[in-house]
């Protein structure tokens, strides 16, 4: 028992580690002695647990992956109705993103550089999309939303949330003129204004 509990400490650790070097430096610039040296451990007994970068990259790909997509997707579950779902979805997507700035860019970054080996892993992963598009469409036979192609309003949703973050240094630059203050500012007043938006966009009013 002593020592299931202490592989298992080891491999959280390695994953923790892993994950801070692979969002710093992506697969192609991280190392294993690296990711080693993070962990507190020696190189030797990283390649016991894991004999491959790439199979590393990967458990922590699924990791970082799962802790956005499955979870904020039951914030479309629930009694409440549809907009106010859309409000809670924007704001605990931004919340989550302000929190993991790194972390977008990180999976943008190493869709760009090696497209199939991610689509590999992220379906193997088997996220089902399906229940939010049911919930849109039923929206849209009650007539409370327009005709929208879900997978379209999601994407919209995703977009204008994960742009301010993705393109920081621009934006603060060019709109903000360097401000981190005005930054943090606009963040914050996204958290409703991208619901606003979105809602107004789609809502059928009499």
């Known amino acids: 028992m002593v020592n299931r509990m202490t592989e298992k400490n080891t491999e959280e650790k390695i994953v923790r580690a892993a994950e801070k070097v692979f969002i710093e430096k992506g697969l192609a610039g991280a190392r294993m002695q690296e990711i080693a040296d993070e962990a507190g451990i020696n190189k030797a007994l990283l390649h016991y647990y894991y004999r491959s970068k ?3 990259f990967g458990i922590v790909f699924q990791t970082v992956f799962k802790g956005f997509v499955p979870n904020l997707l039951k914030l479309f579950e629930g009694p409440e109705d549809f907009f106010t779902k859309i409000e809670r979805f924007v704001f605990v997507y931004l919340n989550l993103l302000e929190k993991n700035p790194n972390i977008p860019g990180f999976i943008i970054h190493e869709i760009g550089n090696n497209p199939e080996r991610l689509v590999s892993i992220i379906r193997a ?3 089902n999309l399906q229940p939010v598009f049911d919930i849109i469409e039923d929206e849209i036979e009650k007539k ?4 929208i192609d879900p997978s379209e ?3 919209n949703i995703l977009a204008l949330s994960i742009f301010p973050i993705v393109a920081k240094p621009l934006v603060q630059t060019i709109v903000f003129k360097g401000s981190e203050k005005d930054y943090k500012e606009m963040l914050e007043k ?3 204004a991208i619901a606003r938006f979105v809602i107004s966009a789609i809502k059928i009013t009499d």
């Open 153 to 155: 309003l999601i994407i």
């Open 54 to 56: 790439e199979k590393l």
């Open 125 to 127: 992963m088997d996220i």
């Open 144 to 147: 409370t939303i327009k005709q």
């Open 190 to 192: 996204r958290k409703t």
